[in-house]
């Protein structure tokens, strides 16, 4: 069989002068996902490249001008993304204990016309994918969420979320690593540490690796 | 490494600073750093030190320090009057000082971030890779916070080249008063609505009172950037972002390592320094620019940067 060619097409948006993102898709999926990495990974390793960030379907590259010109750099992109990306090693697998007593809860399942209790067993089923550790120190970006449990953001971010608040929003899921603002519905809570400042690395999580939650009551 | 100053009073907020924890993203952590990368990296060199040691950064209202020692020191970036036993000290020049001398500013004439490099270079906490103070973990730098009065700021082995009255030539001085941001259009630019485009390269913007080293919040224009919400994806210090309420956010050195917001401009990084130098506020304007206007104006910062190196 001759080698298969990806039929991913890369869009690339300039960041300036010293940076790019380079775009493999828009959508939530493990695929795009996995690609970006395998991207983000090949062009860590050229001396042009400062840094490049998986997230989603896309790769946010620092480069250096004076070693590399956009166009040279968006060609050499384009090269390294019809690369069929090596067979993905499974990500760690954290689990992940929740007390389900979030504020938002009730409010969750009346809007999705589910029971409470619905919500917790829709929202543990699923082996979720870290699509990107951003944001705040530890923060990960996870799903896809359950169709059944897809709403938009609040209206009204809170101000204060505590630490350890179990979020969902849009098709994702994730984890409030430190105090800080928020607009997630909050549906659960977990004394696991994603923030981990005296470590390095400091979080918890990392692109690609899977999170298993699981109910633990009161 | 020996005991080189004393915090006789803190300032507003004076932090240690050096060329920041790049890698740190990885995890979220904003990659932090001088805000004014070109006057952090001349006053190190102005002292013959690596361009990315650390120094202090000094904002808006600077700290009376006493020296313990002799040492070489270089004051750059914003000018807020920096006095030595109460007479004008130049700035961008190796000043020396002698052990018992006291070191204040007396006010803001221009800038907003001023940095105290040593010879030597500041030696404090490390936190993966960086001595950069990050206040919102409070990790890096002085014990992960400002300065306070009675700290006592360490300093490494000075390079034996390292000579009083070295100076940046005037001409090669950033002009702090010209609030004018070079800046490209951002990823999300099509997105703006044709006013909303116009008024994003026009229209004058204030830095508002929320505003900090993570970045500074817009008042002015309202832009509308009308679309599907974006999943959230790397950022850069530069970045414009356009949250929802049409108020811009430029982010800074601080910044967030991800986000989902239309990002709809992108600050040339040859202007970055002068966005350091902003505070709240102060007015500022982007004017578009290519690709190319901003590597040249970058080459030639560079370059002023070269003419250091002994």
């Keep these: 069989m001759p080698p298969q060619r990806s039929s991913v097409r890369v869009r690339v948006h300039p960041l300036g002068d010293t940076a790019l993102v380079a775009e493999l898709g828009s959508r939530l999926d493990t695929a795009l996902n996995t690609r970006a990495i395998a991207l983000a990974a090949a062009l860590q390793k050229r001396r042009d490249v400062r ?22 750099l968006t060609a050499a992109i384009r090269r390294l993304a019809t690369r069929r990306p090596p067979v993905e090693e499974p990500g760690r697998l954290h689990r992940i204990p929740v007390v389900y007593d979030g504020p938002d809860l009730e409010e969750v399942a009346r809007k999705r016309g589910l029971t409470p209790s619905e919500v917790v067993d829709i929202h543990v089923r699923p082996i979720y994918r870290v699509f990107l550790v951003g944001f705040v120190p530890g923060w990960a970006y996870m799903g896809p969420l359950a169709d059944e449990l897809v709403l938009p953001r609040r209206a009204t971010p809170r101000t204060q979320v505590p630490a350890g608040s179990v979020a969902i929003a849009g098709q994702e899921t994730g984890i409030y690593p430190l105090v800080s603002p928020g607009g997630w519905h909050l549906i659960g809570r977990t004394s696991v540490r ?25 | 490494m020996m005991p080189a100053l004393r915090v006789i009073a803190p300032g507003l907020l004076t932090t240690v600073q050096d060329a920041g924890r790049p890698h740190a993203i990885a995890s979220g952590v904003p990659p932090g750093g001088a805000m004014d990368r070109f006057a952090h990296a001349a006053g190190n060199m102005l002292v013959a030190n690596d361009r990315g040691a650390a120094s202090l950064e000094c904002t808006l209202r600077g700290p009376h320090l006493e020296a313990e020692r002799s040492c070489l020191v270089a004051i750059t970036g914003a000018d807020l009057e920096p006095r030595v036993n109460g007479a004008q ?26 940095y105290l490099a040593v010879a030597g270079g500041v030696v404090a906490d490390r936190w993966l890779g960086s001595m950069s103070t990050n206040l919102m973990v409070g990790r890096g730098g002085m014990h992960g916070r400002a300065l ?17 009255e070295r100076a940046l030539p005037d001409d090669m001085r950033p002009t702090y008063g010209d609030h004018a941001l070079h800046a490209l259009a951002g990823p999300h630019a099509a997105r703006l609505l044709p006013e909303s485009r116009q008024s994003l390269f026009a229209a004058q913007f204030q830095v508002s009172p929320d505003s900090n080293r993570m970045g500074y919040r817009l008042e002015g ?72 206007r901003a590597l040249e104006m970058r080459a030639s910062q560079r370059e002023a940067l070269d003419s250091l190196t002994t």
Excluded at chain 2, 148 to 164: F, H, K, L, W, Y
């Design chain 1, 194 to 218: 994603l923030f981990l400042p005296d470590s390095d690395p400091p979080s918890l999580f990392r692109t690609g690796d899977r999170v298993k939650f699981f109910a633990l009551t009161g």
């Design chain 2, 148 to 164: 306070i009065q009675g700290d006592i700021i360490m300093v490494g082995e000075a390079a034996s080249r390292a000579a009083p």
């Design chain 1, 51 to 72: 840094r490049a960030m998986a997230g989603h379907g896309m790769v946010t590259v620092q480069f250096d001008p004076e070693q590399v010109s956009l166009d040279a």
């Design chain 2, 221 to 292: 224009a309202l832009l509308e950037a009308p679309g599907d919400e974006l999943l959230s994806f790397g950022l850069i210090a530069g970045a414009v972002q356009l949250p929802s309420g049409g108020k811009p956010i430029l982010l800074m050195a601080d910044h967030q390592t991800a986000g989902g917001y239309p990002v709809v401009a992108v600050v040339a990084s040859a202007s970055i320094p002068i966005a350091a130098q902003l505070a709240p506020g102060d007015e500022l304007r982007f004017v578009e620019t290519t690709v190319e």
């Design chain 2, 89 to 114: 000290a130049p700035m961008w020049t190796a000043v020396e000082l002698h052990a018992g001398d006291v070191l204040t500013f007396a006010g803001r004439r221009s800038g907003a971030r001023a």
